[in-house]
């Protein structure tokens, strides 16, 4: 008996520390249910690696940009493609300054002979957004500091400050970091979306691009619990697709920071998301990924460290 003893109060210690581990939460469901297929369509997150890649590097050469970082963007118009991207040269300056290069099908580059094209002050981790006649762009600054830019021809850009982010109550933000800004437009109100030091992404709106006032206090998309993502996230791009917002974010599950992947939230109010069970959708350090249509399909662009693009994987 006491033998018996000794091996029920053993078996009852072991399931205690492991069997009834709590766990962590999980990600906020979108509300709509639906199954795996119809929450993440495999038009938007199967892709393989076009064979060519990378497409667009630094130069490797004693030029501003000897390298490019962090998050590029690409806008397809009509028949061109519009590329800005972050080019540096730790040898000659310690600002990221602005580049811009354009292509006739999205796989061969030409960058613009005046490059860089904005020095005036510090730019990288862009996102690019036509709204009516003008182009927005929201990018970080010096010491991760979100700020807007705009322009009329995508070359000429004019620098407004930092962004106002303010919490719910009004206050502004504590001080600190805020960036990978990424913004939505739906119904004249501008949502924004932004890190701080990539340990979560929080949401904040504004009706006139000055202030921005966050939507709740607490992130709208954590790290984990998966360990893909447990050390960083950040936004890249938002899409609307069939009646449903997608988030295409990189994240990391190293500290210190190393080997950046790409992957997709889907969401339907823009507040609940709910992770791609199969994230990521590109690992071994290709991050910063946004999604452009080429005309017929999506190609699945990342930015960082260099330009590649994944192309449909029509085999699934």
């Not at 099908?105 to 002050?121: A, E, L, M």
């Not at 962004?163 to 800004?181: A, C, F, H, N, V």
């Not at 009646?243 to 190293?254: I, L, M, V, W």
């Not at 071994?284 to 590649?308: A, E, N």
Request: glycine share 8%; net charge negative; aromatic share 16%.
């Amino acid at each position: 008996m006491k033998t018996q003893y000794v091996i029920i109060t053993m078996f009852f210690l072991i399931f205690g520390l492991y069997g009834c581990k709590s766990q962590p939460e999980s990600p906020a469901k979108v509300s709509s249910g639906g199954s795996e297929s119809e929450l993440f369509p495999g038009d938007i997150v199967e892709f393989k690696p076009y064979e060519h890649n990378p497409l667009f590097t630094g130069t490797g050469q004693d030029t501003w940009d000897n390298k490019i970082r962090e998050r590029g963007y690409i806008l397809r118009e009509g028949d061109t493609w519009h590329m800005w991207y972050t080019g540096y040269n730790d040898k000659l300056s310690d600002t990221k300054f602005l580049g811009y290069a354009t292509s006739s099908d999205g796989f061969t580059w030409t960058r613009y002979p005046q490059n860089p094209i904005f020095k005036d002050s510090w730019v990288e981790d862009m996102y690019v957004i036509k709204h009516n006649s003008t182009y927005y762009m929201f990018a970080e600054g010096r010491d991760d500091i979100a700020h807007m830019m705009t322009s009329k021809d995508r070359i000429h850009w004019s620098d407004h400050g930092k962004l106002d982010i303010r919490y719910s109550t009004g206050e502004p933000l504590s001080q600190g970091p805020y960036g990978t800004p990424t913004v939505w437009i739906e119904d004249e109100i501008w949502y924004l979306f932004y890190e701080r030091n990539d340990d979560a992404i929080w949401l904040a709106t504004s009706k006139d691009h000055d202030v921005w006032t966050n939507i709740q206090d607490d992130p709208v998309i954590a790290k984990g619990p998966d360990t893909y993502d447990s050390e960083a996230v950040a936004v890249n791009q938002i899409i609307k697709y069939n009646g449903k917002y997608y988030a295409y974010y990189h994240a990391c599950a190293h500290q210190p920071w190393r080997d950046w992947t790409t992957n997709v939230a889907v969401s339907t109010n823009l507040i609940n998301w709910e992770k791609y069970p199969k994230n990521p959708i590109v690992s071994g350090d290709k991050s910063s990924g946004i999604l452009v249509h080429d005309g017929k399909q999506f190609r699945l662009y990342t930015m960082h460290p260099d330009v590649r693009v994944y192309l449909p994987n029509e085999g699934k």
